[in-house]
């Protein structure tokens, strides 16, 4: 059987996303098409929309639709949680204990891929630090997470915060976007200071 152009193209696409291999992308494709010609264009729509109105908050770096994020504008700013990824915020936040900001770095250093401290958002961290009590670092438990959060550490040694570092509730290798919420909300209460 002849395979359909659009059709392939749109696999593709879909192929691209994380997870998503070439059999789900077939079957995500054929969906699309099963779909009633107003909710395929909603999705597109919803998509377009995404990409036009979704930025990064200018202060914590996570993903917002305004300018500052709601958690930026609302929560207690004496203590900011580092993650590296804007996925770490929405997991954390799924725990609903954690009433401090964020700072996303949008990523770690990485010395194998050229990923320096300049690559990542440490230095944005440096001017958020005035009244700030705690940096808590939860980067993920794996070698690249720990060599990020003992430079942030180093790198705050001099200034008037305490530094601490999330519990290792998580298993060694883990990413924290796939730890349940009773380990993630361990983790929180059993950080270690830095």
Known sequence: MREIDSVAKLAGYFSRLPGV???????????????????????????????????????????????????????????????KEPKDV?????????????????????PNNNVGPEDIRIKELLPRLDGVKEIIV???????????????????????????RIAHGLPVGSEIEYADEMTLSRALSDRKEM
Request: glycine content about 6%; hydrophobic content about 40%.
């Open 21 to 83: 291999g070439k059999k789900t992308a077939g079957r995500y494709a054929y969906a699309v098409i099963n779909m009633s010609r107003e909710d395929a264009c909603g999705f597109s729509d919803a998509i377009a929309e995404v990409k036009e109105k979704v930025r990064f908050c200018k202060t914590c770096g996570d993903f917002t639709d305004e300018e500052e994020c709601v958690v930026c504008r609302t929560r207690d700013a004496s203590v900011i949680l580092v993650v």
């Open 90 to 110: 929405l997991a954390i936040e799924k725990v609903r204990e954690y009433q401090g900001v964020y700072h996303v770095l949008h990523g770690v250093l990485d």
């Open 138 to 164: 939860a980067t993920n438990p794996d070698l690249l997470g720990e060599a990020t959060a003992m430079y942030i550490a180093r790198l705050l040694k001099n200034f008037d915060v305490t530094v601490t």
